[in-house]
């Protein structure tokens, strides 16, 4: 924003504004969290597709909660693991408006499986955001259905860690869901690094695409860390999430209705029926 009062000397021009998708107030979020990177990259998509006139944000129960005072947009407030079944009521009655969730990974893949199973089963065309940092945040610190195998947390104590015997397998929700014909776009990215950062708002950028061109779900998942569950440094969570994360949770796209397109077309044109 140009400053009319006061003429900004060469050199001290402001080149890196908050975006107009979020409120200026400071966040509740734990110093090295990365909820509010995750918030920042929604806030500059929005931003960047002219879509925050017509934006909902479903918001979670988990760290995330407050998300609703952080959104320059209109919110509403789901119960623990409800928010796309609240989404696709939203999106229903108000199919022009931009709706969206941000859940944990406590929210999403333990209490609310089975609405977003359904969510994507049906194609509903909203855009979940979900932050996978492997453990329940906000309640302290315990094991949730992403938690690696070994990791300690308050219900997965020392020496061992979670047992497969005991609490199975981290569930791979990316994996899962794009096995599902209702589910247009599913990416899994990481803020573990500005490269990675940049990357995952590409994804988010294509999963709101999914949703205004009417081709059924997009989901983002994006590794994130919880320095504070995890009992580490902010640095050294960003990097437990590349050595320890990433192998389990494999970053990529897992289903892009654009890609499957371009493939029908080019096996059309060589004379191949797509399968
Ligand atoms: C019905 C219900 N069950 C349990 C809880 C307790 N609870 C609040 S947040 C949460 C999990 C949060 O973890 P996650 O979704 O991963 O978010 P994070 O805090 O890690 O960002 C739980 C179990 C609740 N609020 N409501
Ligand atoms: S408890 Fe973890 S997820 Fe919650 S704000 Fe703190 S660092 Fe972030
Ligand atoms: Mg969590």
């Given at each position: 924003?140009?400053?009319?009062?006061?003429?900004?000397p060469?050199?001290?021009?402001?080149?890196?504004?908050?975006?107009?998708?979020?409120?200026?107030?400071?966040?509740?979020?734990?110093?090295?969290?990365?909820?509010?990177?995750?918030?920042?990259?929604v806030?500059?998509?929005?931003?960047?597709?002219?879509?925050?006139?017509?934006?909902?944000?479903?918001?979670?129960?988990?760290?995330?909660?407050?998300?609703?005072?952080?959104?320059?947009?209109?919110?509403?407030?789901?119960?623990?693991?409800?928010?796309?079944?609240?989404?696709?009521?939203?999106?229903?009655?108000?199919?022009?408006?931009?709706?969206?969730?941000?859940?944990?990974?406590?929210?999403?893949?333990?209490?609310?499986?089975?609405e977003?199973?359904?969510?994507?089963?049906?194609?509903?065309?909203?855009?979940?955001?979900?932050?996978?940092?492997?453990?329940?945040g906000?309640?302290?610190?315990?094991?949730?259905?992403?938690?690696?195998?070994?990791?300690?947390?308050?219900?997965?104590?020392?020496?061992?860690?979670?047992?497969?015997?005991?609490?199975?397998?981290?569930?791979?929700?990316?994996?899962?869901?794009?096995?599902?014909?209702?589910?247009?776009?599913?990416?899994?990215?990481?803020?573990?690094?500005?490269?990675?950062?940049?990357?995952?708002?590409?994804?988010?950028?294509?999963?709101?695409?999914?949703?205004?061109?009417?081709?059924?779900?997009?989901?983002?998942?994006l590794?994130?860390?919880?320095?504070?569950?995890?009992?580490?440094?902010?640095?050294?969570?960003l990097?437990?999430?590349?050595?320890?994360m990433?192998?389990?949770?494999?970053?990529?796209?897992?289903?892009?209705?654009?890609?499957?397109?371009?493939?029908?077309?080019?096996?059309?044109?060589?004379?191949?029926?797509?399968?």
């Amino acid at each position: 924003m140009v400053d009319k009062e006061f003429e900004r000397p060469k050199g001290t021009e402001i080149v890196y504004e908050r975006p107009k998708s979020l409120t200026d107030v400071v966040t509740h979020y734990c110093p090295g969290c990365t909820h509010g990177i995750a918030h920042r990259l929604v806030a500059e998509v929005l931003d960047e597709l002219d879509a925050r006139e017509r934006a909902v944000l479903v918001a979670p129960v988990g760290c995330s909660v407050l998300a609703y005072n952080y959104f320059n947009l209109d919110t509403q407030q789901a119960a623990h693991g409800r928010a796309p079944a609240v989404a696709t009521g939203i999106k229903r009655v108000l199919p022009d408006r931009v709706v969206f969730t941000y859940q944990g990974d406590g929210d999403l893949a333990a209490i609310g499986t089975a609405e977003i199973v359904h969510a994507a089963v049906r194609g509903e065309r909203i855009t979940v955001i979900f932050i996978n940092n492997a453990i329940f945040g906000m309640t302290g610190g315990q094991m949730a259905p992403t938690t690696l195998l070994g990791q300690e947390t308050t219900t997965s104590p020392k020496p061992t860690g979670r047992l497969a015997e005991r609490a199975g397998y981290p569930i791979r929700v990316c994996e899962m869901l794009s096995q599902l014909d209702g589910a247009a776009y599913v990416a899994r990215g990481s803020l573990s690094s500005p490269q990675n950062i940049a990357k995952a708002k590409r994804h988010i950028r294509k999963a709101f695409q999914a949703q205004l061109e009417g081709h059924g779900l997009g989901i983002v998942e994006l590794l994130s860390s919880c320095n504070v569950g995890w009992k580490m440094s902010p640095v050294d969570a960003l990097k437990w999430i590349d050595s320890h994360m990433v192998p389990v949770f494999p970053l990529g796209v897992f289903k892009d209705w654009s890609a499957a397109g371009v493939e029908a077309a080019r096996l059309a044109d060589s004379g191949v029926a797509a399968g």
